[in-house]
């Protein structure tokens, strides 16, 4: 109830499908969670549906509903009293399924982007009509993942959401998640799906991007400080975004110019010289199809008249770039 109740859109059915599989597998052993997972994405729609009592709504025929329809609580009172009285339709619950929660929707996408599959980039696959469509590392096509784009451009907004306590009980899983290489693959989703999500915008006369984690791993007060300081999950970001972010967002046709150059490369990060960024960057490791590496004068830190970045474009021949 906790997905419909607090989606940031309404959810198709089949998003809703995947996600409520999703978390009645999450933290069981393998053959118990294949189990749980099969019970649910297997089930008929109109079956599905009936778990979600009358509470929820669905526009479209609900005796014969599609996986396109969307659903949503029958009025907005609903919500105020689900808020209000979370534990109303849990009481006779073992598993805490039907308690209503911010959380599970929070949970439910940072699990979705941090599976396995995703800890490789996508990869272009040329169709047959001069086309292309996107594959992960099992070669399936990710336009058939029909969770992966919701999950991309709200999980941020949804861990916003939570509670202090939720936070902090889910805080070691996104730190986990932001520093691996399953996040590069988010953010290629995000470009490739998600118009506008490294555009830059002017707020207040200032030039701001977009948040792209929430407000609670950005800033953090240290114990010798009441301040709050910038992390170092923020600059690192923002470092790629003043570095890359022509490659990711051309900044301006939002995909309405068809000869914008942007086109041609867009949800191609593994173009990025990620290890260029040195050593201690989060994104160092993430995936590129260049050997790229730093070179430094000395030891010690850096002045920017000192840094240098190389590219080995071949083996006989290696490009050294020197930024002022």
């Not at 073992?94 to 209503?100: A, F, M, N, S």
């Not at 805080?171 to 986990?176: L, N, P, S």
């Not at 118009?195 to 984690?213: A, I, P, W």
């Not at 470092?239 to 942007?262: A, E």
Request: proline letters at 3%.
């Amino acid at each position: 109830m906790s997905l419909v109740a607090f989606a940031r859109r309404q959810l198709r059915l089949e998003e809703l499908q995947v996600a409520a599989a999703i978390l009645a597998s999450h933290g069981k052993k393998k053959k118990a969670a294949l189990d749980a997972t099969r019970s649910i994405s297997t089930l008929p729609l109109k079956a599905f549906l009936v778990r979600y009592t009358t509470l929820v709504e669905v526009d479209g025929n609900t005796l014969d509903p599609t996986p396109t329809d969307t659903c949503r609580l029958v009025h907005s009172s609903v919500l105020e009293f689900l808020n209000q009285k979370p534990l109303t339709l849990d009481n006779d619950s073992k598993d805490h399924q039907l308690h209503i929660s911010r959380f599970a929707l929070a949970n439910v996408c940072l699990i979705y982007l941090a599976r396995p599959v995703y800890a490789q980039v996508l990869q272009k696959q040329s169709l047959p009509d001069d086309t292309y469509t996107w594959v992960d590392s099992t070669g399936a096509t990710v336009d058939k993942q029909v969770f992966s784009q919701y999950a991309a451009k709200y999980w941020v907004r949804h861990l916003q959401d939570l509670e202090k306590k939720e936070q902090d009980q889910i805080r070691g899983r996104v730190e986990a998640f932001v520093s691996s290489n399953s996040f590069q693959t988010c953010m290629q989703i995000q470009s490739i799906w998600v118009q506008g999500r490294f555009d830059v915008y002017y707020v207040h006369s200032k030039l701001n991007c977009l948040r792209s984690l929430p407000e609670w791993l950005i800033r953090s007060c240290s114990s010798d400080s009441k301040r709050p300081t910038i992390t170092k999950y923020w600059s690192d970001y923002l470092k790629l975004m003043r570095d890359w972010r022509t490659l990711l967002s051309c900044g301006g046709c939002h995909d309405s110019d068809p000869d914008c150059s942007y086109l041609t490369f867009r949800g191609e990060l593994d173009r990025i010289w990620w290890t260029t960024f040195g050593p201690d960057h989060l994104f160092s490791d993430f995936q590129s199809r260049y050997t790229s590496f730093r070179l430094t004068e000395s030891e010690g830190t850096l002045t920017c008249s000192e840094r240098f970045e190389a590219l080995n474009v071949s083996k006989e021949r290696i490009v050294v770039v020197r930024l002022e």
